[in-house]
């Protein structure tokens, strides 16, 4: 089996080619991947190359598959597998496998024959070992993909703690009915992050979501409303911090009595947002920094005072686990939480190389890559202009136009059936 893949060398070093797949052994799956969403974690590992921890360090010798946010088919299932396993099955993958063997080891990172940007890839045995290959139910790609990242939001939810006055039980989860503030967050985790803090299992009462840039605020609040948020039960504000002289009291100004917040979350590697963010903190406040810096030096000052006397204190996490993959995954199935609004881009499996490079400097939310297709990254809200002169682009923009401005199932079908075929 032939398959297409970008594969990674090395420091920006990045090939998209075409190449023989090994025969599965009786403990292996071949599959076929339909989308992959890009992920930050990606562009650092191209940029850091060998020496991120979770690429192999031959890699200029046996280059690794880079993505690790996909979807697609089952196509034959090796012997071991098959009471678990058939061919057909949708399926996605929790890339964190915790092997003891080797805990940095992840599909889309240290793997030859697996990653999400191929045309096809050999699944290895530890990924069901690990209890790390989920069969998939919905009828959308692009849904599957985004299970990914909002199990990383579901596990960024699940990873905050809380505590008893005068017990040392550690209450797990956000404070439900609480105060919660998303800082930095209307990028693509922080509007997963409003979507699982308005519709899912465990709620805050009032929920303040922050950033600098006024468009993107405005698109947030165009989606996630002030009203749906009321329906819920949730008090919601949005702020441009820019726009404010002094943040923290702003901010502090919307709980009751300035008590602070029990839930807060930083989205980007700034200090003096880390900062703000320690100072906003409630009497048990945990504030959780979800964004993961470049910089191994990254760092920032925390009032130890509050620490001791009021119990503050920090959480982080770099991605979910199995857990909350299934718990993703059950509330997408069921419908209650709909990660859409994250997907701002598409683009077919040649736009992947230069896209993942510049990642950071591309405005927007999440960049959805269809592996089967030759398309450049294109931003959705683009789609009328770009239907002017492109009838493809044309007849995309009227179905997203019906559907809120959002992508969707029939616009993923008609952009498959449409596209020119990648070689």
Not at 102 to 127: E, K, L, M, R
Not at 174 to 190: R, S, T, W, Y
Not at 283 to 303: E, I, Q
Request: proline share 5%.
């Amino acid at each position: 089996m032939k398959t297409t893949a970008v594969r990674l060398y090395g420091k920006r070093d990045l090939r998209l080619e075409t190449f023989e797949l090994p025969p599965i052994r009786d403990d292996e799956i071949l599959a076929k991947i339909y989308s992959d969403s890009l992920c930050m974690s990606s562009y650092k590992a191209a940029e850091q190359g060998p020496d991120h921890k979770r690429i192999p360090a031959d890699v200029g010798e046996n280059p690794i598959m880079l993505g690790h946010e996909f979807c697609g088919e089952l196509l034959e299932v090796g012997a071991k597998w098959q009471d678990q396993f058939k061919a057909g099955d949708r399926f996605v993958i929790q890339p964190a496998l915790n092997d003891p063997k080797d805990p940095y080891a992840a599909p889309g990172y240290s793997f030859q024959y697996i990653g999400g940007n191929a045309t096809h890839i050999v699944i290895p045995s530890i990924v069901m070992e690990q209890n790390c290959l989920m069969t998939y139910t919905g009828d959308a790609w692009y849904y599957g993909s985004l299970t990914e990242p909002m199990s990383c939001i579901v596990g960024g939810f699940n990873v905050n703690y809380h505590t008893k006055l005068g017990s040392y039980e550690h209450i797990m989860g956000i404070k439900e009915g609480g105060n919660m503030a998303l800082l930095a967050g209307v990028g693509p985790m922080g509007l997963g992050s409003i979507e699982l803090a308005l519709h899912g299992p465990k709620k805050p009462g009032l929920l303040v979501v922050t950033d600098i840039d006024t468009a993107r605020l405005e698109r947030a609040a165009s989606i996630y409303t002030v009203e749906e948020a009321k329906r819920q039960g949730i008090e919601l504000h949005y702020v441009n911090t820019a726009l404010v002289e002094d943040a923290v009291s702003h901010l502090r100004a919307f709980t009751k009595d300035d008590d602070g917040f029990d839930d807060v979350y930083v989205f980007a590697p700034v200090r003096q947002i880390v900062e703000e963010a320690d100072r906003m903190l409630a009497r048990d406040g945990c504030l959780n920094f979800f964004a993961g810096p470049t910089k191994t030096d990254f760092s920032a000052a925390m009032n130890f005072y509050n620490v001791h006397y009021q119990n503050t204190h920090l959480a982080a996490n770099s991605g979910g686990n199995a857990d909350d993959m299934l718990i993703t995954v059950d509330l997408m199935s069921r419908g209650e939480i709909d990660p859409t609004a994250m997907l701002t881009h598409i683009g077919g499996l040649d736009a992947v190389i230069d896209t993942t490079l510049d990642l950071p400097n591309i405005k927007g939310g999440k960049k959805l890559i269809y592996t089967h297709i030759k398309l450049p990254l294109t931003a959705i809200d683009d789609l009328p202009k770009l239907g002017k002169t492109d009838p493809l682009m044309r007849a995309l923009g009227e179905i997203v136009e019906r559907s809120n401005g959002l992508w969707s199932k029939e616009a993923e079908d008609y952009l498959l059936t449409h596209a020119e075929p990648i070689a």
